[in-house]
């Protein structure tokens, strides 16, 4: 059971704007931890997408952009394309668990 | 390049044991703690544990839901991690993906480089 909430499924248009929420608490997100985002295209293992909540790994597209504000986070896709139909994850750590790394529910994101 | 290439998945009983490995390759691999991450068919990810680097002790750490079953442990002069499993579960079954876990400078760790995942099914 993930302490990290997301949407089950986001979708939109070739070129739209869609965004992807992670609701966590105040022993993790609100507690001050980065949030991580990851992509997982089918069959594939995930890749690092955003990190440190707003920053993008080198060879990732400026078309995502990641945010974070009290106990939530977000992920944004601009001009979304194909090629970006994915499961996507968020990641934090929450202190209410010994050592505990935790991810979020995933969210499947469609391209119309 | 960094690669993490997993091995050693495959069909067990319930009950019994399975260990794998992860090799490493491109970075120093006693520098960085090492941890595994799970995902069960059509489900999400699942953090299993981790274990730190030995200059943090090489201690581990590990989800409820594997604790006192599972262990992590590492051979550095071999650029390996393992996870050892047993009395294994039916729930245990899904694909097991080596990662490097890292802190590129934030508060709290992040997987930078994830392995191709081994698929393990705990089935009688």
């Known amino acids: 059971q993930s302490v990290l909430t997301q949407p089950p499924s986001v979708s939109g248009a070739p070129g739209q704007r869609v965004t992807i929420s992670c609701t966590g608490s105040?022993?993790?997100?609100?507690?001050?931890?980065?949030v991580h985002w990851y992509q997982q295209l089918p069959g594939t293992a995930p890749k690092l997408l955003i990190y440190g909540n707003s920053n993008r790994p080198s060879g990732v597209p400026d078309r995502f952009s990641g945010s974070k504000s009290g106990t939530s986070a977000s992920l944004a896709i601009t001009g979304l394309q194909a090629e970006d139909e994915a499961d996507y994850y968020c990641q934090s750590y929450d202190s209410s668990l010994s050592g505990s790394d935790v991810f979020g529910t995933g969210t499947k994101v469609t391209v119309l | 390049e960094v690669q993490l290439v997993e091995s050693g998945g495959g069909l067990v009983q319930p009950g019994r044991s399975l260990r794998l490995s992860c090799t490493a390759s491109?970075?120093?691999?006693?520098?960085?703690?090492m941890s595994w991450v799970r995902q069960a068919p059509g489900k999400g990810l699942e953090w299993v544990g981790f274990?730190?680097?030995?200059?943090?002790?090489?201690?581990?750490e590990y989800a409820a839901s594997v604790k006192g079953r599972f262990t992590i442990s590492r051979d550095d002069s071999k650029s390996i991690a393992y996870l050892q499993m047993n009395s294994l579960k039916t729930e245990d079954t899904a694909v097991y993906y080596c990662t490097r876990r890292s802190a590129a400078g934030t508060r709290g760790k992040l997987y930078d480089y994830w392995g191709q995942g081994t698929l393990v099914t705990v089935s009688s």
């Open positions: 105040s022993s993790n997100i609100g507690a001050g931890y980065d």
């Open positions: 491109g970075f120093t691999f006693g520098d960085y703690a």
């Open positions: 274990i730190r680097s030995k200059a943090y002790g090489g201690t581990t």
